[in-house]
């Protein structure tokens, strides 16, 4: 099941024994585990009902003798095993029998990173407790920040603004939480959130400091970009949203390079794809200091740098966005 269907509003089924969070979107698995709360345990405070285990050390014992005993002030236990990976792999045959014969009063639930589909555990676990928390794509990240910023914060996002948002924060759910958060404290009493809104309070710093990046980028000027980047980290930006910011104006660029291969003016080509006046002259000389054949190179550097900004890489956060920038600068 797709993690936004099931925090859907749904008609009161009784809870399953047993769920398996899989994906690599943190956010939809907090909301996810929120919604779990609420439906198993109820809208109250008590924690006596919940637990959770570290994957890489539970044991089957603790973690099922949790689930076999009676909760003191609510009728069921929720049970949560965080980066479960090796504890099921540890575990799968004792899982594999829960499966087929699990507590009466407790729910498991497996957070995973993968959920193989070459295994017996796969094929007997319901696919309706199976909920798939991945990142949307991005024209339907636009819809969910739509309906997310009406559900959570009780305002009217419009479809441009959406879109907006995404350019400029990236593929990153949690983020885009935090600035509909902040965007709905902006406007106020007000009931819409309009482009002008995203611009002002999430577009404009972010996207001339991006400028500056990619002007010295264009010159060959490495010192300079790694410069204002450092800056950026210094003042407390978070990487994914740097890297966000840096997608969108490569994003442009290949829009804009595409429609040059057509027939199209460079210069109008760029104005087309949103590049404002100031700025396309430094846009027309990035393109050149790219060259065609690095550009076909841009979307495997953008998604090396943003799996490893989330966890696939042991180099630190800093260290993995300079290469990015080093990469760009570099003359051909």
Known sequence: MDSLAFLEPAPSTPPQPLYVLHGDEDFL????????????????TDDMGYSTHAGDTATYAAVHDELETLPFLSKRRLVVVDNADPFVTRHRSSLEAYVAKPATTGTLVLDMKSWPSNTRLY??????????????????LGDWCVRWAASRYGKALT???????VDLVGLHMGM?????????????E????????????VGRSREQDTWKIFDAIGGGR???????LARLFDQGEEPLRILGAFSMQLRRLGQAARLAVQGRPLGAALAQVGVPP?????????????????????????????????????LPERLILERFVVRLARKA
């Open 123 to 140: 094929r007997i676990v319901p696919a309706d407790a199976v909920i798939v928390c991945k990142t949307p794509k991005a024209d339907k």
């Open 278 to 314: 100031f700025a396309i002259q430094g846009c027309e000389q990035q393109l050149r200091h790219l060259t065609r054949h690095r550009a076909s190179q841009l979307y495997d550097w953008l998604l090396e740098t943003d799996l490893g900004l989330k966890g696939g890489s042991h």
């Open 222 to 228: 490495t010192g300079e970009a790694l410069a204002i």
């Open 29 to 44: 698995k907090r909301q996810v585990l929120a919604t779990l709360r609420e439906r198993i345990l109820g809208g109250g």
């Open 159 to 165: 479809v441009a603004a959406a879109r907006m948002l």
């Open 176 to 188: 885009l939480d935090q600035d509909l958060a902040k965007l709905a404290a902006y406007v106020g």
């Open 190 to 201: 007000a009931k819409r959130i309009d482009v002008d809104d995203v611009d002002k309070l």
